[in-house]
């Protein structure tokens, strides 16, 4: 299965970035979307997710507030809006689906996978 992560890039702490990832409609239209990061030496974490229909999200608390996840079922598109950047969002981004949005949490949990795009954010 093929999801098609981008927009990422460089950007000045304080800035923002939006990340983009496409998925085949047969997964798309059925599953979560998740949004994970993995910077070097440390493991996938998760930073966001939304249900299927869009109606619920979930956040890591290190982005709450700076983060937005979307999704465009017309397109098979989710989205991550990231404002107020920080030095320590700087990763390379991945994106997932799974069936539903339970234990989002867990990287394992997640089905398919993107193939990563990287952001970074100087200070």
């Known amino acids: 299965v093929q999801l098609q992560a981008s927009g990422g890039g460089l950007v000045r702490a304080g800035g923002s970035l939006r990340l983009s990832c496409t998925a085949p409609g047969r997964i798309f239209t059925r599953a979560a979307m998740g949004w994970f990061r993995q910077s070097p030496g440390k493991e996938r974490e998760f930073v966001a997710a939304i249900t299927r229909a869009g109606s619920s999200t979930d956040y890591a608390e290190s982005v709450k507030g700076r983060f937005t996840i979307s999704r465009d079922n017309a397109k098979n598109t989710v989205s991550l809006q990231m404002n107020s950047l920080k030095s320590e969002d700087t990763a390379v981004y991945y994106c997932?689906?799974?069936?539903?949005?339970?234990?989002?949490?867990?990287?394992?949990?997640?089905?398919?996978w993107g193939q990563g795009t990287q952001v970074t954010v100087s200070s």
């Open positions: 997932a689906s799974k069936d539903t949005i339970l234990t989002a949490g867990i990287p394992r949990s997640w089905d398919y």
